[in-house]
């Protein structure tokens, strides 16, 4: 198993000045070593996300024809519904993206009563959350507090429904197939939420040796994106990480649910990497956050013209939205 730290966050929601920075120091850690954390009192309920997942469960049991006509079409908005097979044609998933301003596909009252109104209330709490996560780092990068509050006030970012249909284990255990092939997220922070079926894994080194990342119950796993690394020069660690098949009894796989939040800045501000130490050279090239993420967001599906490389990092590939 990776080694992945399990915290409380209590203390930094709650408690005084001293107990705050300790928990700061210890996501700190974390994402500078493993790149995933663990948080348990995190202050979103167990039954908001109970009911986000009968959420999730409610629409993918929708027919596909019914789902197609939220299609998710538009790169640069990257919301609605993606099937199985159109983004990283090895991966075994389906997915629904919701944003808060840009929401054109999302299904209204009359064809998922209630559906908006419950994801929109879930999505506010996560983004809560993930602001109070990004504090931690601002503390210990030494800067303002609110740093990642004033660079994330036009954003959108995106909360995924995402569903690993019921498969033969066969299928998804074929070479360079996954449920979802090894990547690294290109924000600058992502909350995840997972069911109990287990069968994500973390390569913690980048050695290729990927190690479970297993569920734990009423705890949210919160990893560091790319993003996040370019801005610290590297300090914090946006870890590759895949989903396989769940070690379980049996020949067929069963239905895996997850939701992954995914913290993006304001579009328009520039990723430059901040540096610490005197004459330390900076590791990476400063990119625009929103052309970053049509980049990247275009690159997983195969959209517009740019080259389809499936999910992952490809290094080197910034210099193609790099500022000069
Ligand atoms: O389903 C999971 O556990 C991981 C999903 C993920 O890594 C992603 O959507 O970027
Ligand atoms: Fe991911």
Request: with cysteine; glycine share 8%; net charge negative.
């Amino acid at each position: 198993m990776a080694n992945i730290p399990v915290v409380s966050f209590a203390p930094f929601l709650q408690g005084n000045e001293q107990e705050r920075r300790l928990v700061a120091k210890q996501v700190y850690e974390a994402f500078s070593t493993v790149g995933f954390i663990y948080l348990k009192d995190h202050g979103v309920s167990g039954a908001s996300v109970e009911q986000v997942f009968n959420e999730s469960k409610r629409f993918f049991s929708l027919p596909l024809d019914q789902k197609l006509k939220w299609r998710l079409s538009d790169a640069s908005i990257n919301q609605g519904y993606t099937a199985d097979g159109a983004e990283g044609v090895n991966d075994h998933k389906e997915c629904y993206e919701h944003r808060r301003f840009r929401n054109e596909l999302c299904p209204n009252d009359a064809e998922l009563k209630d559906f908006k109104t419950n994801i929109d209330s879930f999505y506010n709490n996560c983004l809560t959350l993930a602001l109070n996560i990004l504090k931690c780092l601002a503390i210990m990068m030494n800067l303002e507090e609110d740093y990642f509050d004033r660079i994330t006030t036009r954003a959108d970012p995106q909360l995924r429904l995402l569903h690993y249909p019921a498969i033969p284990r066969s299928e998804v255990d074929r070479p360079g197939h996954s449920r979802i092939g090894a990547h690294s997220d290109f924000g600058l922070c992502t909350l995840l939420f997972q069911d109990n079926i287990g069968g994500l894994q973390i390569d913690p080194f980048h050695t290729g040796e990927f190690k479970a990342a297993p569920p734990i119950p009423d705890t949210v796993l919160v990893n560091i994106g790319d993003l996040c690394q370019r801005l610290t020069n590297g300090r914090m660690k946006s870890t590759m990480h895949r989903v396989v098949s769940p070690q379980v009894a049996g020949d067929m796989l069963p239905d895996r649910y997850s939701i992954p939040f995914f913290v993006h800045p304001d579009p328009e501000t520039v990723i430059d990497p901040i540096t610490l130490e005197p004459g330390e050279p900076k590791l990476y090239k400063a990119v625009r956050a929103g052309e970053w993420r049509n980049y990247n967001t275009r690159r997983n599906y195969g959209f517009e013209g740019v080259e389809r490389t499936g999910l992952g990092r490809v290094d080197g590939e910034e210099a193609r939205v790099a500022l000069s």
